[in-house]
């Protein structure tokens, strides 16, 4: 029972499906080869991997430990499989990235693609996922690459680069204020505002900013989405206070225009890339990881005109 095996492949799709005949349909193979197939594990092992229900089948504990494991042992093959390639010089690879969704669109994508381009060998999976789930990701040795804010500093994150974005005032290019180098936040106080809501990691920045200055959020409009925040301000619909990170894409093309808030206590958003300590990474990684550290350095240089 390899990671390869044909058994790996009948347990995980039947754990997934709960059901034999519904596992048999995407396998494209009969319910009795599948089920054949998990009984013999089962004596051999001596143990019951599933629970026969009218329903359907359901994982055992001592079934969910054996998912666990076969998951384990098929990412490590993978990765066994990646490093034996490079032994025989063929070039070939696959990478597993994880970002918060702020990096959904311009420089990670635009990098990825232009990697594609360049190396049509190399494959990506790529995750959107809240701040701390990225982080647990990383930790796991999920993925090998992780895009997150604010790492907590421990042991189970190595960061290989970490770039301060401004928290600012994203605003319409005709607003009176775009030609601003520096904003307060009693500047922006008679316009409308489009303020990060929770989950957002931003949002905990600003509103302590507004606390600060005794000023009532819930006064404007909140929203937990940055692609929504940008798509407002692009109407016209007020003024957004994010981080530059988080409007990258639109100021890097000309659709927004982005102004720095000062004043005390205003700190810039950390983005980090990470990876975990304990995996081995693989030549197509670290190629994807020079790329990227490129990418956001560059990206960081040229908004920071």
């Known amino acids: 029972m390899l990671p390869f095996s044909r058994f790996n492949r009948y ?24 089920d054949r197939q998990i009984i013999r594990a089962e004596t051999a092992l001596d143990i019951k991997l599933f629970e026969r229900l009218p329903s359907g089948l359901k994982l055992t504990a001592a079934g969910e430990l054996m998912l666990g494991d076969v998951r384990r042992w098929g990412k490590e093959y993978a990765r066994t499989v990646e490093r034996l390639d490079e032994l025989r010089g063929l070039r070939r690879g696959h990478v597993g990235i994880a970002l918060v969704d702020a990096l959904s669109e311009g420089v990670i994508p635009q990098t990825i693609m232009q990697i594609g381009k360049k190396f049509p060998h190399l494959t990506f999976d790529l995750e959107v996922l809240d701040n701390r789930d990225v982080g647990d990701q990383v930790a796991a040795a999920a993925v090998d690459v992780g895009l997150l804010f604010e790492p907590v500093e421990n042991f189970a ?24 180098d520096r904003l307060t936040l009693s500047r922006i106080l008679a316009f409308p505002q ?39 301000v692009r109407s016209g619909a007020g003024v957004g206070v994010l981080s530059l990170i988080d409007v990258a894409s639109d100021v890097d093309e ?45 990206l960081r240089d040229r908004l920071g005109r």
């Open 254 to 298: 000309g659709r927004l225009a982005f102004v720095p808030l000062s004043g005390r206590g205003i700190k810039p958003l950390t983005l980090a890339l990470c990876v975990a300590p304990q995996r081995q990474l693989s030549r197509a990684a670290h190629l994807a990881i020079d790329r990227l550290v490129i990418a956001l350095k560059a």
């Open 194 to 232: 489009i303020l990060p809501g929770e989950p957002l990691i931003v949002h905990e920045r600003v509103a302590a900013l507004y606390a600060r200055h005794r000023v009532n959020p819930r006064q404007f409009v909140t929203c937990n989405d940055v692609k929504m925040m940008r798509s407002l």
């Open 11 to 34: 347990f995980q799709e039947v754990a997934h499906q709960g059901s034999l005949r519904r596992a048999a349909e995407v396998l494209h193979v009969s319910a009795s080869a599948i």
């Open 157 to 180: 994150l190595d960061k290989r680069i970490a770039i301060d974005f401004p928290v600012g005032v994203a605003l319409p290019l005709d607003h009176p204020l775009r030609s601003e």
